[in-house]
């Protein structure tokens, strides 16, 4: 029996008024310790979105007993949990899955799946069954919670699986973990994008907003809490809009920050706010707790209102900078970084230098800046687009100047004050040194003795560079 489920970017785009399915995972029946003296790896792109279901597939394949490697000869079972964002993300993917071709010579009953925010694309399944058949499984995002039927399927049936829902989604609690990391951890408080920013294809790979009733969330803190967790990341598209679809209770974002401020949880971290939704009564809450971090993710995208506009961003300029002082006015110690896309259509040279501006007068401490990349199915990707790549280039060079000062000025301030540094490891530079991030989410390395790690310790900082801040532990 052949099972084909593609993806259909139409369905995807629809939203519909419905109240949200909350579901409690249950465990695949019939199917008992198919990992059994298996060994799986699962590489990950994109965003926080995609490291949290890592985690997720994680949890369900080694509850039927597969191992972790990192040596891919060693592999029955290779995952790309993949991104579509951009492109050339995208071509990384494929080229990765001509590569792992090769290594079922290796090990004939070796299967690779390709999961996440590409196989939601019409184009990309078209063209894994095309020019990839020996990828065995393709898999969505709104159907994680099966992985272990789909790969029981694949291994008896020894045939191509792809099954992709395109729907608006629904909400699966209570599905188990493997995190990545023993001190910080993440935590999705909603799920999908309706902001349908004109760029950008997240809204058709990962359906509707939708939020976890708030009992799950804390319930899966407190958890987090008893296991000896110091600093959880409230992830979303767009956590500000927390709780809008919420249809006979009134409790936002700023409501929920407030409860889970009261845990005893260190640190509280949250992304991606969008820029509208961003209330005073939100930049209130932040100021009032030590355990909500003073760091603020704010994509800004573009200086310019024309390319605001057509970008469906929702604010102007002047708006973003207006928030930019009234978050300054009452978090002073605020480190505030952004994202920039350049070169969407029609941005001229003067829309550019508004950008500039913008980056200026915001006083960003870092960014994430981007060409951008037309998204097949998005209504940007049909506008004109005259702008040569040699220029695209440009711009983002003279960006990237501009942002990286913003992040020596962010490291600056800090230059000759103590911090506090949840120990993370060895540093990635130096193995003779630990590293951590501050509260402001300044890298900082310095010497230490192995038993720091997964403490928050003081740090005298010495010395701030572009990238990070040397400093020594305080007695
Ligand atoms: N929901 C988040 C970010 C999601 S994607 C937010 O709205 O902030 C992360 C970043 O990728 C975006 O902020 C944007 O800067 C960039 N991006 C999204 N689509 C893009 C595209 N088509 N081309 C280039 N960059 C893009
Ligand atoms: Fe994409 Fe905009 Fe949604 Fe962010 S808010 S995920 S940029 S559509
Ligand atoms: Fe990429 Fe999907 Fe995240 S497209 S940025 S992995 S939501």
């Not at 809204?203 to 809490?225: A, D, M, V």
Request: charged residues 30%.
């Amino acid at each position: 029996m052949e099972r084909i489920n593609k993806p259909d970017l139409n369905i995807a785009r629809k939203r519909t008024k419905y109240e949200v399915e909350t579901t409690v995972y249950e465990d695949a029946k019939n199917i008992k310790d198919i990992g059994k003296n298996k060994k799986y790896m699962i590489q990950t792109h994109g965003c926080q979105a995609n490291e949290a279901d890592t985690e997720v597939i994680r949890g369900l394949l080694e509850g039927q007993g597969f191992l972790p490697t990192t040596v891919l000869e060693e592999c029955d079972l290779i995952i790309i949990n993949t991104c579509a964002i951009r492109e050339n993300a995208e071509n990384k993917v494929f080229g990765e899955l001509g590569r792992l071709k090769s290594y079922k010579r290796i090990n004939p009953n070796l299967i690779i799946a390709v999961a996440g925010c590409m196989p939601q694309e019409e184009d990309v399944v078209e063209r894994i069954m095309k020019k990839y058949p020996h990828v065995d499984l393709v898999f969505g995002t709104h159907n994680i919670d099966k992985i272990i039927e789909y790969i029981d399927y694949v291994m008896k049936e020894h045939k191509q699986l792809i099954e992709v829902y395109s729907k608006q989604g629904d909400i699966v609690e209570h599905l188990p973990q493997v995190r990545e990391n023993r001190f910080k951890a993440w935590v999705n408080i909603m799920f999908g994008c309706d902001e349908f920013c004109t760029y950008c294809i997240v809204p058709y790979t990962r359906g509707r907003e939708r939020s976890r009733q708030k009992q799950y969330i804390i319930e899966e803190i407190q958890k987090l809490i008893e296991q000896g967790y110091k600093e959880i990341t409230l992830l979303g598209q767009n956590v500000n809009s927390y709780g809008l679809d919420f249809v006979d209770e009134k409790y936002d974002f700023a409501d929920l920050l407030d409860d889970l401020a009261k845990l005893d949880i260190p640190r509280i971290k949250f992304t991606t706010s969008h820029p509208k939704d961003f209330s005073d009564k939100l930049i209130d809450v932040i100021a009032k707790y030590d355990n909500i971090m003073p760091f603020i993710h704010l994509p800004v995208q573009s200086g310019s209102n024309s390319v605001l506009k057509k970008m469906n961003r929702k604010y102007t300029k002047e708006q973003y900078l207006n928030l930019v002082e009234r978050i300054y006015n009452k978090i002073p110690n605020v480190s505030l970084t952004t994202d920039i896309i350049v070169a969407f259509p029609g941005e001229t040279n003067e829309d550019f230098l508004e950008t500039l501006d913008l980056v200026d007068k915001s006083k960003f401490e870092g960014a994430y800046t981007f060409i951008y990349s037309p998204r097949k199915g998005t209504p940007a990707a049909s506008y004109k687009n005259d702008i040569t790549p040699e220029e695209a280039k440009q711009r983002l060079y003279k960006l990237n100047e501009l942002v990286n000062e913003g992040y020596l000025r962010g490291n600056k301030r800090f230059e000759n004050k103590t911090v506090k540094v949840l120990v993370e490891g060895f540093s990635k530079t130096n193995e003779t040194m630990l590293s951590g991030y501050t509260e402001n989410n300044k890298l900082v390395n310095f010497e230490g003795d192995e038993s720091l790690i997964g403490q928050i310790i003081e740090v005298y900082v010495e010395k701030a560079k572009t990238w990070s801040l040397d400093g020594r532990v305080v007695r």
